[in-house]
T-cell receptor, first 111, second 114 residues
Framework: KQEVTQIPAALSVPEGENLVLNCSFT??????LQWFRQDPGKGLTSLLL?????REQTSGRLNASLDKSSGRSTLYIAASQPGDSATYLC??????????FGTGTRLQVFP | NAGVTQTPKFRVLKTGQSMTLLCAQD?????MYWYRQDPGMGLRLIHY???????AKGEVPDGYNVSRLKKQNFLLGLESAAPSQTSVYFC?????????????FGPGTRLTVL
């Protein structure tokens, strides 16, 4: 059974820091991995999607990497800003259409 | 495009009452999903649909029913609500099953069952 774990569960950093969020999964047979952002009381916004054949994806200050063999993905946020404060979720897609979600990392960036 | 919309946004039910949550998408997506989100447990798939007229069970389907009579709508029903169904419910849609299958989410419905 695929399990997705995110560490740390919560993170508080000062503005301007570069930071790394971690996601690990137990079954390397995935189609893709998706990183989402969730603001309090809101839905999920897709940030980056990495296909199983890719090693990384970049969007602005965000960079996500994927190492299927070790069952790990990282989300790198450069020069963090208070507006980055949110919960970040990773989800893996198995060989079906279903996503398996991690429990998220709650990030707070303070001025 | 409105994307994925959900109604209602909030609802309070008494145990045993029934209700239907509506999800609509205007992106002509084939696939639609219902998830529930509970503290410390992440999002879990309740039911999903791979096209108009089809539905399938997800990870936690008990106590829920769904229908996909029109391609753009996916309904989630609770026939007899229980306190264990207090949760935030999210609907999502995706174009079709391929290597991307990026899912787009609605804003959620917060349901409390007393």
């Amino acid at each position: 059974k695929q399990e997705v774990t995110q560490i740390p569960a919560a993170l508080s950093v000062p503005e301007g820091e570069n930071l790394v969020l971690n996601c690990s999964f137990t079954d390397s047979a995935i189609y893709n991995l998706q990183w989402f952002r969730q603001d309090p009381g809101k839905g999920l916004t897709s940030l980056l999607l990495i296909q199983s054949s890719q090693r990384e994806q970049t969007s602005g200050r965000l960079n996500a990497s994927l190492d299927k063999s070790s069952g790990r993905s990282t989300l790198y946020i450069a020069a963090s800003q208070p507006g980055d404060s949110a919960t970040y979720l990773c989800a893996v897609r198995r060989n079906t259409d279903k996503l398996i979600f991690g429990t998220g990392t709650r990030l707070q960036v303070f001025p | 495009n409105a994307g994925v919309t959900q109604t209602p946004k909030f609802r309070v039910l008494k145990t045993g009452q029934s209700m239907t949550l509506l999800c609509a998408q205007d992106m002509n997506h084939e696939y639609m999903y219902w998830y529930r989100q509970d503290p410390g447990m992440g999002l879990r798939l309740i039911h999903y649909s791979v096209g108009e007229g089809t539905t399938a069970k997800g990870e936690v389907p008990d106590g829920y029913n769904v229908s996909r009579l029109k391609k753009q709508n996916f309904l989630l029903g609770l026939e007899s609500a229980a306190p264990s169904q207090t949760s935030v419910y999210f609907c999502a849609s995706s174009l079709h099953q391929d290597s991307l299958n990026e899912q787009f989410f609605g804003p959620g419905t917060r349901l409390t069952v007393l």
